[in-house]
């Protein structure tokens, strides 16, 4: 993720799916990313890198990762995940998972009322460390 981020920005991506490594020799073949391993404690999920750097992310639908839809998702900067998750509902859309905190982030996927899903990041306040 960025390290100077701006509201709006597109941050990262994920495609979170219930057998990850079974998809890791298609985008290292097909894309032609680079991959290491994420440790996510008894299991690994997955960095996809190019020429740039780390590009994205392949994850399993496993832990706290379970609820995230089976697509690529974009995480977009906003201000406060919490008050942007409440606002979704408010204007008719879901909140499929979190908000929750992970990494110093807070995040969220929502999905609008189109159906078209999207996930929200913001830095965690210092005082959030240990929010779900």
């Not at 990313?33 to 399993?60: I, K, N, P, T």
């Not at 929502?110 to 913001?122: S, T, W």
């Amino acid at each position: 993720m960025s390290d100077s981020p701006s509201l709006g920005a597109i941050e990262w991506c994920d495609l979170t799916v219930p057998d990850a490594a079974a998809l890791r020799p298609f985008y290292e073949q097909v894309v032609g990313w680079q991959v290491s391993e994420h440790s996510m404690g008894d299991y690994a999920d997955f960095v996809l890198s190019g020429e740039g750097g780390a590009a994205a992310g392949l994850c399993h639908a496993r832990g706290a990762n379970a609820g995230l839809p089976p697509q690529w998702l974009l995480y977009v900067r906003v201000a406060d995940v919490d008050a942007s998750a409440a606002r979704c509902l408010e204007l008719g859309g879901r909140v499929l998972d979190g908000p929750r905190s992970m990494g110093g982030h807070r995040f969220c996927a929502v999905q609008d009322p189109a159906g078209a899903c999207l996930g929200l990041i913001a830095a965690a306040p210092a005082s959030d460390s240990c929010k779900d």
